[in-house]
């Protein structure tokens, strides 16, 4: 086996090049930026080139039905619909807005507990800091500011995962969990990406800054420009400074 997963497509975009090559295995890897920063749309396009490169691939997300995950892949012209009738690709839609009692608040713990959930090569969580801000035991940690104990509970768990030549790639908010809670993701992240973006005239500039990328199968800039276009999807941009 490969010792890194390709993102694929290589003769469609330049992401892959772009990645050094993808993600290595065994790797966790952690993405973090706001609301509409641009994690989606790379998780998408990592594990759609992913399917298509035959492995077997994971997506959890907080915000999407399976409906809207089918929609908005085919809006970036990234056909899933096979992917997800051979079973390469499993969605899994997290109800964490649910507000039933007892166990189904227990997010965390069947988060974990879903045996079938980590059995792909590669697992995409979309957004964990959404999991994170609607479980009951997280909550009541934070409040005592203890959190960190939580997700460090959490990242014993995903060592385990990432033993058996799993990848697991975690999307965060940064604004909507504590620094106690990001500072042990940040430093048990394999790879680590922080994306920024930023408004010139009606146009959104976004970048990848590269914070982390251990095991990498070749170089990577500090910073990768990208764009996110309907029907085309992610795209690599190169920026020059006038």
Not at 96 to 119: I, S
């Amino acid at each position: 086996m490969s010792d890194h997963y390709s993102i694929g497509m290589t003769g469609r975009d330049r992401v892959d090049n772009a990645i050094g090559g993808g993600l290595p295995v065994g790797s966790l890897v952690l993405i973090e930026g706001e609301d509409g920063a641009g994690k989606s749309a790379l998780c998408q396009r990592f594990s759609y080139g992913m399917a298509e490169e035959e492995y077997n691939v994971t997506y959890v997300s907080t915000e999407l039905e399976s409906w809207e995950f089918v929609e908005q892949m085919n809006s970036l012209s990234y056909d899933v619909t096979d992917h997800l009738l051979e079973e390469r690709l499993l969605f899994l839609h997290a109800d964490v807005d649910t507000h039933r009692p007892g166990t189904q608040r227990q997010l965390l713990e069947r988060f974990t507990n879903a045996r079938t959930l980590w059995m792909a090569d590669v697992i995409y969580v979309d957004t964990l800091s959404a999991i994170l801000r609607n479980d009951p035991n997280y909550d009541a940690m934070s409040q005592q500011g203890e959190e960190d104990r939580v997700i460090q509970r959490l990242v014993s768990f995903l060592g385990q995962v990432l033993m058996q030549d799993r990848t697991v790639v975690l999307t965060v908010d940064p604004t909507s969990v504590t620094e106690e809670a990001l500072r042990p993701l940040r430093n048990a992240a394999n790879v680590y990406f922080e994306i920024e973006t930023q408004t010139v005239g009606q146009e959104i500039r976004r970048n990848v800054l590269v914070r982390r990328f251990q095991n990498m199968k070749s170089p990577v800039d500090d910073s990768i420009g990208f764009s996110v276009e309907q029907g085309r999807g992610i795209s690599i941009v190169s920026r020059t400074v006038a």
